[in-house]
DNA sequence: TTCTTATCTAGAACAATTCTAATCTGTTGA
DNA sequence: TCAACAGATTAGAATTGTTCTAGATAAGAA
C-alpha cells in the first residue's frame, strides 16, 4: 500500500511543506497526487480543475506548481522550450518525450546509467543529471 | 587545420544547404562559424550582429537560425524554458548547463554512455538521446 | 538590364508566464 | 467567538520570447 497516496495525506504534505492548506491548494494537490504519476502543463492542470468543478484562476495555477516544486512535492522537467512540464514523480528518473504529440513518460532510474561524466568544472557543483529520450511517433501503421 | 572554418568556408556552406547566401546570412553564418563552437541565443546574435556594424533583423536573426537548424549547420538545445540556444557543434555530444548563469558547456559524446535505455515505446522511434547536466554555479570563494 | 522570387524588415500579433493591486480567507490570540 | 493580521487568491495588465504579416529589397537567371 506503500504507493497509494489517502485522500486526507494531501492535507499532511501541505503542513509539512509549510503551506497553508487553502481550498484551492488541496483542490489541486488532490487532482495531483490522488492516482499515479503525472506530468502536467500550467493550462492542462487548470483546465482539469475547471472541468472537475473547481474555481481556480490561472494565477494561481502557476503559484501552486512553483510552489510545491520548491516544497519537493513536483518536479520541473524541461523537454521543450514551448511550455513547462511539472512531474509528480520526484524520485530519479528519467523521461521519454515524444516530440510530435509532446508526451512524457517516466524511465525508472535504475534501470539507466550513465558514465563517463567528466568532472564537474571549476567554481560549480552537480546539481542533476537529466536523460531525455527523445522520440518521434510515427504515423498510425495499418498492419 | 582541419578545426579551422575559412572565411569563404560560409559561403560554400550555404550554397551546399541550398541557402542564397545574403548579406544577412553571410554576417551571421560567420559570427556564428568563425572561432570555435559556440552556443547562442537569438536574442544574443542579434546584439553581437548590431555590435559588429551588421544590421539584421531580430526576425532575420531567427529565420536564419532555424533555417541552418534545418540545415543541419545547427542544433537547437532545449535547457531552459525561458530560452532557446543553438549550438554550432552539430556533432554527438552532450551538455553541462550552469542553471544560474545560463552558460553552457560541451560533453564529448564519446565520453559519455548511458547505458540501460528500454526499447522504445509502441509506435515510436529514436530521435535522440540528450543528456544535460546541470550545474549549480557556486558564489566566487576567496580561498 | 529586367524580371522573378526569395529574402528582409518593422511592427503587429501571439502564447506562456509573471506581476499588480485589490479582495478574501486561515489562523491566532484576546 | 471574533477581530485582526499575514498570507493567499484573483482578474486583468504587463512582460518576455517568438512568430507572423505585408510591403520593400536584393539575388540570380535570361
Redesign the interface.
Known sequence: MSQDRPYSQTLTRLRDAGLRPTRQRLALGRLLFDGGDRHVTAEALHEEAQKAGVSVSLATVYNTLHQFTEAQLLR?V????A??YFDTNVSDHHH?F??NSGSL?D??GE????????A??D????????????????P??QP
Chains 1, 2 share one sequence.
Open positions: 520541473e524541461v523537454v521543450d522550450s511550455r513547462t521519454f515524444v516530440e513518460m524511465i525508472d534501470k539507466i546509467a550513465v558514465t563517463g561524466l567528466p564537474t568544472p567554481g560549480t557543483t552537480l546539481a542533476r543529471v537529466d536523460v531525455i529520450v527523445r522520440l518521434q511517433g510515427t498510425s501503421r
